[in-house]
């Protein structure tokens, strides 16, 4: 079965520019998480979608960050316009709705020069 | 705000030494996760402890709840190179945040042959 795909793995631009990143889940589980993970800190939630609705988006900066997660399946998480802060791993995690157990995909890398 | 606490930050030990990471918290968690995250990957579950005292086995890795489920404790007994990794805990609390995970900024273990 496979596994979390996010794309692009690693991705460098300059501040001010846009970027986004994919995330295909794993088939079957409709709850799906954005995280980001900082240089030497663990993964912080930006956004918890059930199917189509982003439940819990309190973490997400929404005045430069964006996310959607059309049909359910695939997700995709924008920052326009990067700022140098915002260099860190994205991670795209899945699980089964409630308690289940989190599948985490190996994360986009963004370096904002 | 719920924090976690992880002690030590690094550890470089050689190969077959035993060692113990700590994870402390001021609250109490529903459950706590223990995670292994290799450089460019996402993290792994290991483990998970939900019951105050609980104790699990994992091949040589020993996991522990505390009590009062407000730390918890992974010891690794004759480390080997390939457990080198980023060890994650993660703290979860079954409420308004169904399944949010908050977890500890790590610690950085190195086994040396």
């Known amino acids: 079965e496979a596994g979390v795909v996010q794309s692009p793995r690693y991705k460098i631009i300059e501040k001010k520019q846009p970027v986004a990143f994919w995330c295909n889940p794993i088939?079957?589980?409709?709850?799906l998480y954005w995280y980001r993970q900082n240089l030497g800190q663990g993964p912080e939630l930006l956004i918890r979608?059930?199917?189509?609705?982003?439940?819990?988006d309190s973490q997400l900066p929404k005045d430069r960050f964006s996310a959607e997660r059309l049909k359910g399946v695939d997700s995709t998480l924008k920052i326009q316009p990067a700022e140098l802060g915002d260099s860190a791993v994205y991670l795209c995690?899945?699980?089964?709705?409630?308690?289940?157990?989190?599948?985490f995909g190996p994360g986009t890398r963004l370096t904002v020069t | 705000t719920q924090l976690l606490e992880q002690s030590p930050q690094f550890l470089s030990i050689q190969e077959g030494e035993n060692l113990t990471v700590y994870c402390n918290s001021s609250s109490v968690f529903s459950s706590l996760q223990w995670y292994r995250q290799e450089p460019g990957e996402g993290p792994v579950l290991l483990v998970t402890v939900v019951t105050g005292g609980e104790v699990k086995k994992l091949k040589r890795l020993t996991f522990q709840f505390g009590d009062a489920r407000k730390d918890s404790s992974l010891h690794i007994t004759a480390a080997q190179p390939g457990d080198t990794g980023l060890y994650l805990c993660?703290?979860?609390?079954?409420?308004?945040?169904?399944?949010?995970?908050?977890f500890g900024k790590g610690t950085k273990l190195s086994v040396k042959p």
């Open positions: 995690a899945s699980s089964y709705p409630g308690f289940g157990e989190q599948y």
């Open positions: 993660a703290g979860v609390n079954y409420g308004g945040s169904q399944g949010n995970l908050i």
């Open positions: 979608y059930e199917n189509e609705e982003a439940v819990d």
């Open positions: 088939s079957g589980h409709n709850t």
